[in-house]
């Protein structure tokens, strides 16, 4: 069935330093990607997305990379802090260069916890 | 410019009731998607409204159903509600690229 997974349920890491998030997908027909940040009692936050014919993406503080041969995409989040706690999700979207622009397909998500 | 709003908040329901929440679109947007996300896992799509129709549909049985409105704004119905419906209910806004968030509305089945 379709999936997208996260390696790692919890990720700990320092304030200031640098942090990466991994996904896993399973259909190799997605053709767009997003991160989402989730806070506790809110909806998914849009941060960055990407479009299977390119690589690397960047904002600010955030970047995202994309290998389709492996079907891994990764979110590094740069001088971490601890605004940046959360729970955090990719989701592909299926066939969006076709014309369908609504499914997203969320991974089980990833904690990201940020120590002082 | 208000954002995607989902009313109510929290909602407490028994076994076998039925449930009607609603969403009204960020300004401009005219596609609406709902999905459920449990505890501790990611959103699952339930349905998408576009122009007043169900354009798509993820795997969720015909107790889910849907309308939307010329507003654009939405609602969610869910029959014979049951212990498993319990989640945390998400409407999303979009544009052709972004899918914006609200911030949910609590169904806690009982």
């Known amino acids: 069935g379709e999936s997208v997974g996260l390696h790692l349920p919890t990720l700990s890491v320092q304030e200031g330093d640098n942090s990466i998030i991994n996904c896993a997908y399973s259909?190799?027909?997605?053709?767009?990607f997003i991160w989402y940040k989730q806070e506790s009692g809110k909806g998914p936050q849009f941060i960055i997305d990407?479009?299977?014919?390119?690589d690397k993406r960047q904002g600010q503080r955030v970047t995202v990379l994309l290998n389709k041969t492996v079907k891994h995409l990764s979110l590094q989040i740069a001088a971490t802090q601890p605004g940046d706690s959360a729970v955090y999700f990719c989701?592909?979207?299926?066939?969006?260069?076709?014309?369908?622009?609504?499914?997203?397909?969320f991974g089980q998500g990833t904690t990201l916890q940020v120590k002082p | 410019d208000a954002g995607v709003t989902q009313s109510p908040t929290h909602l407490i329901k028994t076994r076998g009731q039925q449930v009607t929440l609603r969403c009204s679109p960020k300004?401009?947007?005219?596609?609406v998607s709902w999905y459920q996300q449990a505890l501790g896992q990611g959103p699952q799509f339930i349905f998408q409204?576009?122009?007043?129709?169900?354009?798509q549909r993820g795997n969720f049985p015909d107790r889910f159903s849907g309308h939307q409105f010329p507003n654009y704004s939405s609602e969610l119905n869910v029959n014979a509600l049951l212990l498993g419906d319990s989640a945390l209910y998400l409407c999303?806004?979009?544009?052709?690229?972004?899918?914006?968030f609200g911030p949910g509305t609590r169904l806690t089945v009982l």
């Open positions: 409204y576009y122009e007043e129709e169900e354009r």
């Open positions: 259909n190799s027909a997605s053709d767009y």
């Open positions: 999303a806004s979009q544009t052709y690229n972004e899918q914006f």
């Open positions: 300004s401009g947007h005219d596609t």
């Open positions: 989701a592909e979207n299926p066939g969006h260069g076709s014309g369908n622009t609504g499914k997203l397909i």
């Open positions: 990407i479009r299977s014919n390119m």
